[in-house]
């Protein structure tokens, strides 16, 4: 699947510093030691709706993440899916009255046109989960014939006679609860509401997360082999696309906090059963959540700030981005008309502070923003500095020849900022 044009990013004098960010399956930083390539995974969108903030948080959150590791010296091989086909698509494809196919291509057309306005670098591989079924059924069926997934009878009358879904069998799987760390209760609480169906009859424990879904009239299906005509559940999805193209043991899988459990919890136990080794990543890092008027933002709410909107209101993209980076990724903040003004006015100052050709020194600004890309992307902390630079340079001016230049290529590089 295509992705997006990746912007330019400027070489900045000198190196950046090892990158520690907060592992959800430890609770504590992580140093991440990769080797001359970085391997991250990004949980991608479901593209029946277009781009909220809480998606803009996410992925620039991701790319800070990739700007950091590069500025340390590392390749980044980085993977991101696209679940083009699940229930909430097909859903309201059928409440809209058009195609699942057009509805979806639209969506991700758009999200590309987003992506691209906040300067956010494009995966290596964009892969949909259409294009991944010929490895979902390779794996499905290796776990079926390991004894690690069994079938469940689809009820008579759905479909095809004696047509059966495919479940993983938590039970295999020792590892599963290690991501999340959460009881019964908690993992019980959130199931059903998250794509899980703790009430379907037949399966082994109500948290077993489906692999296949046979054929049901209406829907979409491809050729499963011996599992019979069907589709991807949506876990097996991911773990098989990060298995594909980065393997097992990678630096980073990351996405929201609403993703932790059952989502990355069922990739991550599910590629242990396939591969018969651990862990999935070496670190599962998770963007907070964005809220708008004291509730979580998300497309079934329907309480959504588009990105698309905002452009299309004449709304600097970087301004938008500004916002995102004015909170730390793992603090849960609310979107209102003031975060919004307080990125433009920034925005405006810094444009100023380094629109001319000499200013302050430049070295310890940098440092400083690298300090704190390294330290668990502390991007607030990042923009103060800048913004320290910028009130010396309006107030003081300076001497130093270059000096704006140097320190926007840096703003431009880790942070993502254009001036």
Known sequence: MKSWPSPFIPAVPGNGLPVRVHDTASGDLCLLTPGPTARMYVCGITPYDATHMGHAATYVTFDLLGRALRDAGHEVLYVQNVTDVDEPLLARAHRDGVEWQALAAAEIALFREDMTALGVIAPDHYIGAVEGVPSVVKA????????????VKVPEGEGAPGASDIYFDLSSAPDFGSVSSWDRDQMMAVFAERGGDPGRLGKRDQLDPLLWRAERAGEPSWPGGELGEGRPGWHIECTTIALDYLGMTFDVQGGGTDLIFPHHEMSAVQACGITGTSPFARAFVHQAMVGLDGEKMSKSRGNLVLVSTLRHCGVDPMAIRLAVLAHHYRTPWEWDGEVLLDAQE???????????????????????????????????GALAAVDEWVSQSLSKGGTEIGSPGVVGRTVDALLGIRL
Request: aromatic fraction near 4%; include cysteine; charge should be neutral.
């Open 140 to 151: 499905v069926t290796a776990l079926l014939a390991g004894g690690t997934a069994y079938r």
């Open 346 to 380: 920034r925005l405006a100052t810094w444009r100023a502070g380094l629109s001319g050709n000499g200013g302050p020194p430049a070295d310890a600004a940098i440092a400083r923003i690298r300090e704190c890309m390294a330290d668990d992307l502390d991007a607030p």
